[in-house]
């Protein structure tokens, strides 16, 4: 079993950043991708990024593309998520989650899940 645990959330305004961390525990942290979901109030959840275990490949969703940097430190078992040029629209609860999938892009082939860290943006 494999737990993850988000932190780095939080109340900043429009403009700002946050930097988010996912630490990973159990008896074998697995050689999978990580990636980041989003879920806003009344929204689906939603792709954000993603991460290769080498690190060697990013994936971004187009409406942050260019202002969040995912990267992963496998000495620490920890993956980061910065995120520049906050936007009000980028309130969500933030999840991190981690499994052997297919596409880095669909939530439902990831097999564990951290349980959110909130990130509000204030115009």
């Known amino acids: 079993q494999v737990q993850l645990v988000e932190s780095g959330g939080g109340l900043v305004q429009a403009g700002g950043s946050l930097r988010l961390s996912c630490i990973a525990s159990?008896?074998?942290?697995?050689?999978?991708?990580t990636g980041w979901f989003r879920q806003a109030p009344g929204k689906e959840r939603e792709f954000v990024a993603a991460?290769?275990?080498?690190?060697?490949?990013?994936y971004y969703a187009d409406s942050v593309k260019g202002r969040f940097t995912i990267s992963r430190d496998n000495a620490k078992n920890a993956v980061y998520l910065q995120m520049d040029s906050l936007k009000p629209e980028d309130t969500a609860a933030y999840y991190c989650?981690?499994?052997?999938?297919?596409?880095?892009?669909?939530?439902?082939?990831?097999?564990?899940w951290g349980q959110g860290t909130q990130v509000t943006v204030s115009s």
């Open positions: 989650t981690t499994g052997r999938v297919h596409s880095v892009r669909v939530g439902s082939e990831y097999a564990y």
């Open positions: 159990g008896r074998t942290v697995p050689s999978y991708a």
């Open positions: 991460i290769t275990w080498s690190g060697a490949s990013t």
